[in-house]
């Protein structure tokens, strides 16, 4: 038996050895990743379904961290892209892709069908990664992606049903529809009342503790368990995580939430794409290589332009239906699910199955590369620039405010001088009993740990005019100046410190610096006046 260990080594070492030049390249590590599965499982004889498990926990932080970024007010702004987009995606795609295994392939109308909702299916694991990294997902066509991918997680449900109904024919279908639908309206009621009052409590104890240990634990115990009932009530853990992320969205504690998470969230979804490769047996795809990619290049186009008619009919710039095409035109995570119901039941043919997992593989790779040249690709099928989707919706912008780091008593005094002068500002502060008494004095002030760049990119710190901070531990200030540096070298920082040692570091970077010892928040005001002046 090979040791896990030696296994952990060798995918760790064949990963770094495909990403480290692909970053050269810009190549997203995603390729690197499931190329590393294709070779491990090839090389090794290892137990797929523990890194599957492993894997799937990466799509529900993804989900969870989604979930984050759409408050229940929000999502019930997209209705038409989640209910409306998402049933006529899944309905048109399934049908033609269905009736083509059907009458071309000679398979059985119920299989064909459920082969056809299979390659509908498009991949939330990477199309949301991807465009939350290229800050896409606020765009019209990132909107409407994701409100199908929202809809296509709780498809699943009615396809994975269809096929207990063909295998058991004994089955009763009004008690599984109606076991489904209780298992949705009970996770519901749990969610809002896990997500309203008990998760919040389980997190402010934590926060009380000042240990960012026990914070982490504490928001893996939250989104795991909100998974886990998600399971019990036969739904996806992936729901579970997105519904529990929606409702803590409305908390004080939504940023450092998200800071802390991305972390486990990038690796975990790391080992779900080298969980993808795993499924490749490099053999066959050498033997049918040219059948397969003809395959994988025709499904991608022929489902791009089924999605494009639809939306064509539905939103008014053609280059959102352009692009909102080509983003779901691969077939997701979720296919390789029902591929592997249908392996077990031997509801289609071994050498069938084995490409279509091949071609989902394929139409993965090709995503990232789609996804990035996407307006390429819209120029391409679309000359006309005039009035397109960019200028249709813009998300709300911070721009030439003061970030204010630390709301302790001097933090305060400041805060209440910026009010008065009617100086845009937000504060953060990673201490929750000073982010309470701001929410009493009314000031702007948000719950999270400022050397954590994702805390300083949620507040637009590469936007603002001017940083101050006020935190009085040297080490902690020195890594904060360190990561606002890192996101935007030219920000005018004015820090606070009595330090000869960093004295000199903040010298050396061209950061204002105030003697805590001798001045106090008018000065800290005044420079930062100043520096609002200079950077307009």
């Given at each position: 038996?090979?040791?896990?260990?030696?296994?952990?080594?060798?995918?760790?070492l064949?990963?770094?050895?495909f990403?480290i030049?692909f970053?050269?390249?810009?190549?997203?590590p995603?390729?690197?990743?499931i190329?590393?599965?294709?070779?491990v499982?090839?090389?090794?004889?290892?137990?797929?379904?523990t890194?599957e498990?492993?894997?799937?926990?990466?799509?529900?932080?993804l989900?969870?961290?989604?979930?984050?970024e759409?408050?229940?007010?929000?999502?019930?702004s997209?209705?038409k892209?989640?209910?409306g987009?998402?049933?006529?995606?899944?309905?048109?795609?399934?049908?033609?892709?269905?009736l083509f295994?059907?009458?071309?392939?000679?398979?059985d109308?119920?299989?064909?069908?459920?082969?056809?909702?299979a390659i509908?299916?498009?991949?939330?694991?990477i199309?949301l990664?991807?465009l939350n990294?290229?800050?896409?997902?606020s765009?019209?066509y990132?909107?409407?992606s994701?409100?199908v991918l929202?809809?296509?997680?709780?498809?699943?449900?009615p396809i994975?049903?269809?096929?207990?109904?063909?295998?058991?024919?004994?089955?009763?279908i009004?008690?599984?529809?109606?076991?489904t639908?209780?298992g949705?309206?009970?996770?519901?009621?749990?969610?809002?009342?896990?997500?309203?009052?008990?998760?919040?409590?389980?997190?402010?104890?934590?926060?009380?503790?000042?240990?960012d240990?026990?914070?982490?634990a504490?928001?893996l115990?939250v989104?795991?368990t909100?998974s886990?009932?998600?399971h019990?009530f036969?739904?996806?853990?992936?729901?579970?995580?997105?519904l529990?992320?929606m409702?803590?969205s409305e908390?004080?504690y939504?940023?450092?939430?998200?800071?802390?998470?991305?972390?486990f969230?990038?690796?975990l979804?790391?080992?779900?794409?080298?969980?993808?490769g795993?499924?490749?047996n490099i053999?066959?795809?050498?033997?049918?290589?040219?059948?397969?990619?003809?395959?994988?290049i025709?499904?991608?186009f022929?489902?791009?332009?089924v999605?494009?008619?639809?939306?064509?009919?539905f939103?008014k710039?053609?280059?959102?239906?352009?692009?909102t095409?080509?983003?779901?035109?691969?077939?997701?995570?979720?296919?390789f699910?029902?591929?592997?119901l249908?392996?077990?039941?031997?509801?289609?043919?071994?050498?069938?199955?084995?490409?279509?997992?091949v071609?989902?593989?394929?139409?993965m790779i090709?995503?990232?590369?789609?996804?990035r040249?996407?307006?390429k690709i819209?120029?391409?099928?679309?000359k006309?620039?005039?009035?397109?989707?960019?200028?249709?919706?813009?998300?709300?912008?911070?721009k030439g405010?003061?970030?204010?780091?630390g709301?302790?008593?001097i933090?305060?005094?400041?805060a209440k001088?910026l009010?008065?002068?009617?100086i845009?500002?937000?504060?953060?502060?990673?201490?929750?009993?000073e982010?309470?008494?701001?929410?009493?004095?009314?000031?702007?002030?948000?719950?999270?740990?400022?050397?954590?760049?994702?805390?300083?990119?949620?507040?637009?710190?590469?936007?603002?005019?001017?940083?101050?901070?006020?935190?009085?531990?040297?080490?902690?200030t020195h890594?904060?100046?360190?990561?606002?540096l890192d996101?935007?070298?030219?920000?005018?920082?004015?820090?606070?410190t009595?330090?000869?040692i960093?004295k000199?570091f903040?010298?050396?970077?061209?950061?204002?610096?105030?003697?805590?010892?001798?001045?106090l928040?008018?000065?800290?005001i005044?420079?930062?006046l100043?520096c609002?002046?200079?950077?307009n």
């Amino acid at each position: 038996m090979v040791s896990p260990v030696l296994i952990v080594i060798v995918l760790l070492l064949i990963a770094l050895s495909f990403n480290i030049p692909f970053a050269k390249f810009k190549i997203p590590p995603i390729i690197g990743y499931i190329f590393t599965g294709v070779i491990v499982s090839n090389i090794f004889d290892i137990n797929k379904h523990t890194i599957e498990i492993i894997a799937e926990m990466g799509i529900v932080f993804l989900m969870f961290l989604i979930g984050l970024e759409f408050s229940p007010d929000k999502l019930k702004s997209m209705k038409k892209e989640v209910f409306g987009f998402g049933i006529v995606e899944m309905t048109l795609v399934g049908s033609v892709f269905g009736l083509f295994f059907w009458l071309f392939m000679g398979i059985d109308i119920r299989i064909a069908f459920i082969i056809g909702s299979a390659i509908a299916l498009s991949s939330t694991a990477i199309v949301l990664k991807l465009l939350n990294e290229s800050r896409e997902i606020s765009k019209p066509y990132g909107r409407i992606s994701l409100g199908v991918l929202l809809f296509q997680d709780i498809a699943v449900i009615p396809i994975l049903i269809a096929i207990s109904i063909i295998v058991n024919k004994d089955a009763n279908i009004s008690d599984l529809l109606l076991k489904t639908i209780e298992g949705f309206i009970s996770l519901g009621a749990f969610i809002w009342i896990y997500g309203k009052f008990i998760a919040p409590f389980i997190i402010s104890q934590a926060t009380k503790t000042k240990s960012d240990e026990i914070f982490i634990a504490t928001v893996l115990f939250v989104v795991l368990t909100a998974s886990e009932t998600a399971h019990f009530f036969g739904l996806s853990y992936s729901l579970g995580a997105f519904l529990a992320g929606m409702i803590l969205s409305e908390t004080k504690y939504k940023y450092q939430i998200e800071a802390d998470l991305v972390p486990f969230r990038d690796i975990l979804l790391g080992v779900f794409f080298i969980s993808v490769g795993l499924m490749v047996n490099i053999h066959f795809v050498i033997a049918n290589i040219f059948s397969i990619i003809v395959m994988a290049i025709a499904f991608m186009f022929a489902k791009a332009g089924v999605i494009y008619i639809m939306l064509k009919y539905f939103v008014k710039h053609n280059r959102i239906a352009i692009k909102t095409a080509f983003t779901l035109s691969q077939i997701g995570e979720f296919a390789f699910v029902i591929f592997a119901l249908m392996s077990k039941y031997s509801l289609v043919d071994n050498n069938l199955l084995q490409k279509l997992v091949v071609v989902t593989v394929i139409s993965m790779i090709f995503t990232p590369f789609v996804i990035r040249y996407i307006y390429k690709i819209a120029d391409i099928f679309d000359k006309d620039i005039q009035n397109f989707e960019e200028f249709e919706i813009k998300p709300a912008e911070v721009k030439g405010h003061i970030v204010l780091v630390g709301y302790d008593k001097i933090g305060q005094r400041v805060a209440k001088k910026l009010t008065k002068s009617m100086i845009p500002y937000v504060a953060v502060d990673k201490q929750i009993e000073e982010v309470k008494k701001g929410f009493q004095n009314g000031d702007n002030v948000i719950f999270g740990n400022a050397a954590n760049k994702s805390v300083l990119e949620s507040i637009h710190i590469q936007d603002a005019a001017a940083v101050i901070i006020t935190t009085q531990n040297e080490e902690h200030t020195h890594m904060i100046v360190e990561n606002i540096l890192d996101v935007n070298p030219n920000l005018n920082i004015i820090v606070l410190t009595d330090s000869e040692i960093e004295k000199e570091f903040y010298k050396q970077n061209n950061i204002y610096v105030v003697d805590k010892s001798k001045e106090l928040a008018e000065k800290l005001i005044n420079l930062a006046l100043k520096c609002e002046i200079k950077g307009n």
